[in-house]
């Protein structure tokens, strides 16, 4: 039996366009069949609700956000747009096509002050979690409080190597086992395309399939990808044994899935603090790599390595708590997060800008993570 999935309401456009982006990410699924009436389907439908929809374009209008937005829809929705190829039917790339120029011009003559155009109420509905002032600065304090002390690792040159596909099998096999502790599944794993998009987790017929970017480094890997993306393997595949196949990217699935992916990460943490578990990494290295890095260094730079991570989410869930509460100037929210956190100015800009154009989403990461880690959540 196919179970469909309810969603809150996305409380402006913007929100919307991830969706979108997610939907014609599946048009790259090795499997996919042109005429795929389900994925078809649904988007003709998530276009016919923001082509008729009345809701306001962005939550603010801070020309850091307006900027965000632009760069999203012209780098993720248009740019997978023209991956897709001829699988997306000329009806409906034109369709988006349109919406985006549409949506585009109407953000482009918003004052550029910081009109408001929804509250923080309809944010916290949408993500379902406590957004209020006093909840984040708690959580920021304590978060920030308890990775400050882990500094960016140096580089490693065997681990700025390319990685191979049978080491991303291997590392995989370990992090399912010894982090995620969930039956064995099998995904097909590819290296051979360049896109850094995530959007190829999708269900297909025969499991679940991941393209990791083809010139990841094995750095580049156990920074973005494991156990993070790991994890979204192993939620989306307990889905599919639900009978969910829908996933596609709306704000309070993505919150919740993003929630699980960063606790999946904090247990890597733990994890790595036992010698044995890196040893286990460390066994599906290359023998060539072995040769450039040893057992202990590995260890170390790991544990740096998600310390680090883990105070730059600090540093979104800082910036989402200036923007609500401190006003939606980026300059602002940056000046203010940077006498917080002890890390450089540059990186913050980064951090904040990360997910600027989606207002709520880098702190319902950080606020869903402790509630699972407070649960003690069993993948």
Known sequence: MQLKMEHASQPTLNYDFAKIASLLGKYNIRD???????VEDELRNSLSNMESSDKPPVPHSDPELIKGVQSFLAGTVLTILKEAGGKVPQDLQSRIRILVRKFNERISILPKGNLISCDL????????????????????????????????????KALDRVITIEEVRGIFEVVREKVLKVKKFSPSFYLDR???????????ETGQECTVPNEYSMADYLRFHSPHNDAHLMHLNSLAQQGITSYCDNMDERAFFEAVAVYAEWKMFEATQNGSFAEDLYS????????????????????????????????????????FHSGTSFDGTVNRTATYTGISRQEIESEVRKYYHFPGLGATYTMGFRKLKEQNHQF
């Open 284 to 323: 599906q290295f290359s023998l060539g790599r072995q040769r450039g890095i040893s057992k202990n260094q590995l260890q170390d730079w790991i544990l740096r390595c998600r310390g680090h991570e883990f105070h730059l989410r600090a540093v979104r869930l800082l910036g989402d708590l200036h923007t």
């Open 194 to 204: 360049p896109e850094r998009h995530h959007l190829f987790w999708s269900p297909t």
């Open 32 to 38: 996919y069949e042109v005429g795929n009436g389900k």
């Open 121 to 156: 109420v309809e944010l916290e509905r949408m993500f379902g979690v406590d957004l209020s002032k006093g909840s984040l600065e708690d959580a920021a304090d304590e978060e920030s409080r308890s990775w400050r002390q882990w500094e960016k690792p140096d580089q490693i």
